[in-house]
Nanobody, 124 residues
Framework: QVQLVESGGGSVQAGGSLRLSCAVSGRLIRINDMSWYRQAPGMQRELVASITSGGIGKYGDAVKGRFTISRDNAKNTMYLQMNNLTPEDTAAYYC??????????????????WGQGTQVTVSS
């Protein structure tokens, strides 16, 4: 089936950088928009950034100018370069992908898939 696997999370000090990756695998037909979300403890999940299949990115106000979203369509992978991190960026980060793929019955399926999340912790 389809899998989204995030990687690149970790612990850094304020001002540091991390690069997250989200790799999509499976019997894919097309990957449309992809997005990064984050959720801090006790908070609602919020959109961090999104990117179209053509590479046009949009950002949440909290990360504009610090984070850069990108994707490599040949590798079915999306990235999030996070610079100048602050403790307020501490959260579990999730990728989401709008997918068209074949199910085990060889039928087309359109579905939004989520990754399992990767933790980012920024200390002051």
């Amino acid at each position: 089936q389809v899998q989204l696997v995030e990687s690149g999370g970790g612990s850094v000090q304020a001002g540091g950088s991390l690069r997250l990756s989200c790799a999509v695998s499976g019997r894919l037909i097309r990957i449309n928009d992809m997005s990064w979300y984050r959720q801090a403890p006790g908070m609602q999940r919020e959109l961090v950034a999104s990117i179209t299949s053509g590479g046009i990115g949009k950002y949440g106000d909290a990360v504009k100018g610090r984070f850069t979203i990108s994707r490599d369509n040949a590798k079915n992978t999306m990235y999030l370069q996070m610079n100048n991190l602050t403790p307020e960026d501490t959260a579990a980060y999730y990728c989401k992908a709008d997918l068209l793929y074949y199910n085990p019955s060889d039928e087309y399926v359109a579905h939004n898939y989520w990754g399992q999340g990767t933790q980012v912790t920024v200390s002051s």
